[in-house]
């Protein structure tokens, strides 16, 4: 029996949802250090030219996957061709795995609001701070990672449980746009540092000698986990989509919105790090990593005025986006388990929540008690973000390129974008989805397993 699928009301609702779910600590947190590891305005431009060919490509393509089979991403695939439904699965492995450490990372957000909260924000400031954090040995020891991630996780359940998801969407939505005026203050005044200046030029201008491959895969990477593609996300958002939505421009707002805010993160916090390097960009190159926001956000806040108050606002705007984020990939992985293991909402939310639990403490523990367990030489948490981000998201898109650009055919998504309105970017979407994507695709999987298998150095 087909079930009536309800719809997103208006062409805005449906931007709105997507874009929630987009905008999430992928732009806040790891956007600005990969920028300010992959030099700056060099990875800015590379990032801008891919979101707008490759990023386009695949988003059209998946939203009007959904929208065109009304499937979410394990029906999806398999509609449009039998033989590529196990692309379905090999998509949903994505937020199985992104969650848990997306959560421990939401964890982190929250132990550095709750110091600002209670008014110790000068102590956050120090240079060992984070990683003393977050390496924390003593087992048992209240406040440590392990702490912060079980209640944030503990935080999701609660909303997932009580079904109050659309609760904090509203609120999301009203704190969105303070989020952003917040972060053009800050951004303000960062650049009003000594030495911000130089940062500036660092994070705007392309530089040709930090150009390599490398750039291109740090940006892909990034690129696939902020607009939440290769993941069957946004096919499950077009499947609630209308059918008279322009899909073109829906593509394009979530794109400009998402690109938007993780470029003002980046203005934010790379101009005041080279001003706290005294300007080394070198050094900010090499010492960029996961605590780069919680390294140099808590020295800008130190040296503004009000800036106690402020940071205490500012991270509880980061919360509330890592927030509607962490909700919208735990409800995938629970309706998935609804309906394939036909059992209540309830029952799978608590499952799920044990499973992320599990999972996200090897992450929770990997920089510390459990540091000397390195797969393939990493920390869990990095373990996981390369296991997602390097490998399965672009494998998930090379099959869906193969799928759209030579099984069923570019035709399939051209005639579902042009039955709603205009198709604009329709030559460069064919050859994209053809022959451009698939080859970058192959390029980063090839290059990504080369350098974990040492025979080449980034
Ligand atoms: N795109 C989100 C971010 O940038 O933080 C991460 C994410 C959220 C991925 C929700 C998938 C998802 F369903």
Redesign the pocket.
Known sequence: MKKERSSFTSRLGFVLAAAG???????LW?FPYLAAKYGGGTFLLVYIILAITFGFTIMIAEIAIGRKTRLSCIGAYSALDKRFGFLGWLASLV?VI?TPY?CVIGGWVMKYFAEFLSGNSAETTSDAFFGNFISVQTPGALNTPVTWFVLYVLLNAVIVLFGVEKGIEKVSRIMMPVLVILSIIIAGYSLTLPGAMDGLKFYLLPRWEDFSVFTVLGAMGQLF????LA?G?MITYGSYMQKDNILEHSVTQIEVFDTGIAMLAGLMIIPAMVAFSGGDTTLVQQSAGPGLMFGVLPKVFDSMAFGGFIGTIFFLLVLLA?LT??I??ME?IVSIVVDKLHISRRTATIGVIVGVLALGLLSCLGYGPLSAIQPLGMAFLDFFDFISNSVIMPIVAFITCLLIGHFVGPKTVIDEVESSGAFHRKKLFVVMIRWIAPVMLIMILVTELLKVAGIIKV
């Open positions: 779910s987009a905008v999430g600590l992928g732009n790891r937020p992104i997306y986990y902020s607009m939440s993941m996300i890592a984020s962490s919208s990939l995938t």
